[in-house]
């Protein structure tokens, strides 16, 4: 079963008098399950396709479906219900909010469906870090943890509302390479255990060996398969 497919998919932006084609008719299926990279340069387009299957960004022309459903034609409410149940997100700047705990950060999206009592929201994010390796640094904020550490906290958030997929945008940009392969070795275990679809950015070649399937962009169009 394909989760996502992609047909024609462009994204153009304006950047002065110039516009910028930074997607050009990328077509692209990705089955349930799989943990895809998405190899190529900077300004390959890769966060653009990211940024794009996530409704961070809208098509500027193109089919995008996420379970036979049309992104394109969705409304701002369907958006934010999708990204809210059916998808995590992992930034390379991590995205952490400095005033809260591991914990708490971990909660956030759980206490935005507001669907979970407190208690249970409680359960589920201590249980999201245990399985990254963070339970004695709970309660703190990211400013005292490590690169390496508030990433795993990104990767708890991303999953804690167990999303259909999970997109991470150079995931191991700004940790080290022992810390970058710890965290890879996370995702491939969350991918294996829960089945859950990761599609990550990098212009690392050292993370291929995590990946199922290799995607190369090269000026927005897909080079190789």
């Known amino acids: 079963m394909n989760l996502i497919e992609i047909k024609g998919l462009t994204k153009d932006y304006p950047l002065g008098r110039t ?4 997607l050009r008719g990328v077509d692209l299926t990705i089955a349930k399950g799989d943990l895809v990279s998405l190899m190529g340069p900077s300004g390959s387009g890769k966060t653009t396709l990211l940024n794009v299957i996530g409704c961070i960004d809208r098509a500027t022309t193109g089919s995008v479906k996420i ?22 997100f992992i930034f390379q700047t991590f995205n952490l909010i400095p005033v809260l705990t591991a914990t708490e950060n971990v909660e956030f999206p759980l206490l935005l469906q507001k669907e979970l009592s407190k208690a249970e929201i409680r359960k589920r994010a201590e249980k999201w870090l245990d399985d990254v390796g963070l339970t004695e ?29 999970v997109l991470a945008d150079e995931p191991t940009a700004n940790l080290d390479s022992v810390t970058g392969a710890s965290i890879l070795e996370i995702m491939r275990e969350m991918n294996t255990r829960q089945e859950t679809t990761f599609l990550f950015s990098t212009h690392d070649r050292n993370v291929l060996q995590y990946a199922k399937t290799v995607i190369k962009l090269r000026d927005g169009r897909l080079e190789q398969e």
């Open 19 to 22: 516009m910028v084609h930074a």
């Open 137 to 165: 640094f709970r309660h703190h904020r990211p400013s005292e943890l490590s690169g390496g550490q508030r990433q795993r906290v990104a990767i708890a958030r991303a999953l804690v509302t167990n999303p259909s997929i």
């Open 67 to 88: 379970e036979g459903v049309e992104l394109t034609e969705m409304g701002d409410r369907a958006v934010t219900d999708l990204r809210l149940h059916r998808l995590g």
